[in-house]
């Protein structure tokens, strides 16, 4: 009930294409779903987040789409750039501060 | 600067050995938390705590221990109980309250020989 399924594990994509991610969850009291992004060597760092009471949330070529009653949200890149490789996490918490987080999407964005 | 430091970046130890892990906030955050990441695993909590002088288990804490004596410091000790402490290891802090993005730092990468 706690976990946080992510797909793919791996993505390649070409320059300018559209890369997805996506995420499911079973516990309905989750309310806060972030997605974090990593380059090599680095920590995690916020990309974008969504709360359960809207359906989609943009920001630059980054959208969250969110499906409350499929219990799945997305992460959509658009005009995917090289400089987009890098690994994604989705992740979901309800208020306790700990966070859930998905075991990653490698992503390459093929020149 | 604002942020989360780490030290060291890496960081190799002997079997048998128990090692510590620096973490320093300059965020005023309350909440800090310890993540361990293996390739394919993902993020997976150590130990977090949301307050000075208390701390919880996280989903993986065997073989680790922490303190939090000062709110800046949240440092991890990975003892030699640790069974494969290899990894990567993440310091991340943010506010209290619920849904707060949480800052990360660079990351230690221990490798035991």
């Known amino acids: 009930q706690q976990q946080v399924k992510q797909s793919p594990q791996s993505l390649i994509v070409q320059k300018g294409g559209i890369s997805i991610i996506n995420c499911a969850y079973e516990?309905?009291?989750?309310?806060?779903f972030p997605w974090y992004q990593q380059f090599p060597g680095k920590g995690p760092a916020l990309l974008i987040a969504?709360?359960?009471?809207?359906s989609e949330k943009k920001e630059g070529r980054f959208t969250i789409s969110f499906n409350k009653s499929a219990k799945q949200f997305s992460l959509h890149i658009m005009d995917s750039q090289p400089g987009d490789s890098a690994t994604y996490f989705c992740?979901?918490?309800?208020?306790?501060?700990?966070?859930?987080f998905g075991k990653g999407t490698r992503l390459h964005i093929l020149p | 600067d604002g942020g989360i430091t780490q030290s060291p970046k890496y960081l190799f130890r002997k079997e048998g050995q128990n090692v510590t892990l620096s973490c320093e906030q300059n965020?005023?955050?309350?909440?800090m938390y310890w993540y361990r990441q293996d390739p394919g695993q993902g993020l997976r909590l150590i130990y977090y705590?949301?307050?000075?002088?208390?701390?919880q288990k996280g989903d993986i804490a065997e073989g680790y221990s922490v303190s939090r004596e000062k709110k800046e410091s949240f440092p991890l000790t990975v003892t030699s109980a640790q069974k494969n402490p290899t990894a990567f290891y993440l310091c991340?802090?943010?506010?209290?309250?619920?849904?707060?993005?949480?800052?990360f730092g660079p990351g230690t990468r221990l490798t035991v020989l």
């Open positions: 969504i709360r359960p009471d809207v």
């Open positions: 991340a802090s943010s506010k209290t309250g619920g849904n707060n993005e949480q800052f």
């Open positions: 992740a979901a918490s309800m208020g306790d501060d700990k966070i859930i």
């Open positions: 516990n309905t009291a989750f309310d806060y």
């Open positions: 965020l005023n955050h309350d909440a």
């Open positions: 705590s949301q307050i000075v002088n208390d701390f």
